[in-house]
């Protein structure tokens, strides 16, 4: 076990060159990014999608019906290469029929933006699953005592969905850190694509993607832990799941 130890070249994690330990983590840190940012972007579309399925009007409902099917059916590699490149592009003509300028989508934006519309669709589900678990005798409640709609949901139905929706969540932020992978590719140099090129460039294939997949590890641990706390936080006064 020594032996195996001293053979492999740590020097190659270095920080500097002509280590890649400085790629690996900047890597890491794009990687975190287009997750949040995605995370969020998602989480937006699924609160309105949701709302929208509840209490939307038919036409409205038949609409993200459709949007959440479609997303869900077809494999994620595919919608990134397809929104990645054919979103970009449709936007630009867009512009320029209306006479502006093309513009240059950063990668970091476009990454967000295709992560965060494939999000939205597992988002919207969760979402609507927990807003139709909150007792309606609550909502029915606070209606009773004056509140307006937009009171209701604010004070009664967000608090009271959350601990429905947090399992769900965590996964959906867990999906989201992997799914950043696929961004390599398109040529985003997140975690996935730069341990690809420290692989290839030093020919040491087992310890970058041990690295790389450490990395990974180390992210969703601290996510549980934040997730968990997050849920006991939210579940106080309630009774323990088993």
């Known amino acids: 076990m ?41 989480l937006m579309i699924g609160l309105a999608g949701a709302l929208g399925k509840i209490y939307g009007g038919p036409i409205l409902r038949w609409g993200l019906e459709t949007y959440t099917t479609l997303i ?21 003509q867009t512009l320029e029929a209306l006479g502006y300028e093309r513009v240059d989508i950063s990668g970091l934006a476009a990454g967000i933006y295709v992560l965060g519309f494939v999000q939205g669709a597992y988002a919207t589900e969760v979402l609507r699953g927990a807003i139709l678990a909150v007792p309606a005798g609550q909502v029915e409640a606070a209606a009773a005592f004056g509140m307006s709609w937009v009171q209701r949901h604010r004070r009664i139905v967000v608090p009271a969905m959350i601990p429905f929706a947090l399992p769900g969540l965590a996964n959906l932020w867990l999906i989201v850190t992997k799914d950043t992978a696929l961004l390599a590719v398109v040529g985003f140099s997140e975690l996935a694509l730069e341990t690809r090129q420290a692989a290839g460039a030093t020919k040491s294939y087992f310890l970058f993607y041990v690295i790389a997949a ?23 006064g309630q009774p323990e799941l088993g």
């Open 72 to 92: 869900r059916a077809v494999p994620e590699l595919v919608l990134i290469l397809l929104l990645y490149y054919a979103g970009t592009d449709l936007l630009n």
């Open 2 to 42: 020594n032996a195996f130890m001293a053979s492999i070249p740590w020097e190659l994690l270095s920080l500097s060159p002509p280590g890649w330990g400085g790629n690996l983590l900047r890597g890491l840190a794009k990687t975190f990014q287009i997750a949040l940012g995605a995370y969020i972007l998602g």
């Open 214 to 236: 450490a990395l990974y590890l180390s992210l969703t641990l601290v996510s549980n832990v934040v997730f968990r706390w997050i849920e006991r936080r939210y579940r106080r």
